[in-house]
């Protein structure tokens, strides 16, 4: 499966931004999907996880209430709604596909795209 992640940008603390993960090739509805993301200097860290059916998610505390990740099985897209963002949420963010694994673990997730750069100016 391929993923391309966009939507990120430049944005003032408590602002919003939407990210989309359109996938192509695989079984898309099968799969686990996650974000991450990567802030300079720091390691990658799950954001958010999504169960194939879309009926159970996973949040790191650090975003839980303020981002929610959400998918359409017939779009192939994967969405991630972050709001009231905050400076220390700048970072790459990506998505990740796992096919097997539970998605709220990291190791789960084998499939990468492209990152996209969200800024968060104070």
């Known amino acids: 499966v391929q993923l391309q992640a966009s939507g990120g940008g430049l944005v003032q603390a408590g602002g919003s931004l939407r990210l989309s993960c359109a996938a192509s090739?695989?079984?898309?509805?099968?799969?686990?999907m996650g974000w991450f993301r990567q802030a300079p200097g720091k390691e990658r860290e799950i954001v958010a996880g999504?169960?194939?059916?879309?009926?159970?998610?996973y949040y790191a505390n650090s975003v839980r209430g303020r981002f929610t990740i959400s998918r359409d099985n017939a779009r192939n897209t994967v969405y991630l709604q972050m709001d009231s963002l905050k400076p220390e949420d700048t970072a790459i963010y990506s998505c990740a596909a796992a096919a097997r694994g539970p998605y709220y673990h990291a190791s789960s997730f084998t499939y990468w795209g492209q990152g996209t750069l969200v800024t968060v100016s104070s």
């Open positions: 999504i169960e194939w059916s879309g009926d159970r998610t």
């Open positions: 090739g695989g079984y898309f509805s099968t799969y686990q």
